[in-house]
């Protein structure tokens, strides 16, 4: 039997976990792990294995949660992904199973995906031109990345969006290419602003642009808000009526944007964090030795909702302990 929806003082309601697999990843983003990832030595304690995983389902859709994505690092680097995506799609409650990927492998890994009861899907492409693409993400991967997402859209997936992090040098004519893409395909293309991190704030203040500025061009030119539904990320998405596809942005540093929080995160390593920029993690690991424990989860998130605070830092810039995405799992 499914739990009531946790809510912290500020009467926000959770029903969506967003859970990292794997701190690895296989691109080096400059705005992440410009140098590529490298193993943490002084790191002890193990991702946790498909059997705390399975049981972490189970103890949040006994607390509400309706919604679970999967990331990382590069979460199709693990070769059990596969099974944990059918745990997802076992649990009872879990209607919705998403996939957050670099698309590296996608095109053949798609149909898997698909059969293992994933029902939604998003990819990483920062640019639509090779060149940049190639020296954003350090591969020279997009023309397998777009067929990778042209296999998705033929599987008929619940909903496959597309993430671009917002640079201000190229944002204009990143987005005429990306509207070209969505003009007669089923995609919702989200520009993400640059976040601080511990690791990349330089480069975050060298390269950061508003979404704000994206949100008025596309007013002026006829696309509509849309209503954000329950379990919905943080994106605002706009149509238009000469568009298949939407248009989406996450405005982190936007006034509101965290009065419609609805997500928890846990590290791969088992650790709760309430905000992506929190100061504190809290580990969940105690209670995932069994399905029996894991009943006790909601408990320990209700008691640690009470000291979510109403907002992240990020306008005086305080990080917390955001290192970098792949260890936060984005």
Known sequence: MLG??????????FSYL??????????????????????????????????????????VAAAGFQKVRITGGEPTLRA?????????????????????TNGWNLKSIAARLRTAGLTHLNVSVDSLDRERFKSLSGRDSLPLVLAGIEEALSLGFAGVKVNAVLHKETAVQELDRFLELIKTRPLSVRFIELMRTGERGEYRDRHF???????????QNGWMPLARGETSGPAMEFSHPEFVGRIGLIAPHAEGFCESCNRLRVT???????????????????????KEDALGISDRM???????????????????????FSVMGG
């Not at 009531?4 to 309601?13: E, N, Q």
């Not at 410009?34 to 189970?58: A, C």
């Not at 306008?315 to 302990?321: H, P």
């Open 268 to 290: 791969s390593r088992g650790r709760l964090k309430l905000c992506l920029f929190g100061e504190k993690d809290q580990s969940l690991r105690d209670l995932l030795r069994s």
């Open 302 to 324: 209700g008691e640690l909702l009470r000291a979510k605070p109403v907002s992240h830092f990020l306008k005086e810039g305080r990080v917390g302990a955001a290192r970098n």
């Open 80 to 100: 059990d992904l596969f099974e944990i995506i059918s745990a997802a799609s076992e649990t009872p409650g879990i209607g919705i199973r998403a996939l957050s």
């Open 18 to 59: 967003r859970l990292s697999i794997t701190e690895m990843c296989n691109f080096s983003c400059r705005y992440c792990l410009p140098e590529g990832y490298r193993p943490k030595l002084s790191e002890s304690e193990p991702e946790l294995d498909l059997y705390e995983i399975e049981n972490l389902f189970h103890g």
């Open 4 to 13: 009531a929806m946790l809510t912290d003082p500020y009467a926000r309601k």
């Open 209 to 219: 642009l508003s979404a704000g500025e994206l949100k008025l061009q596309l007013l």
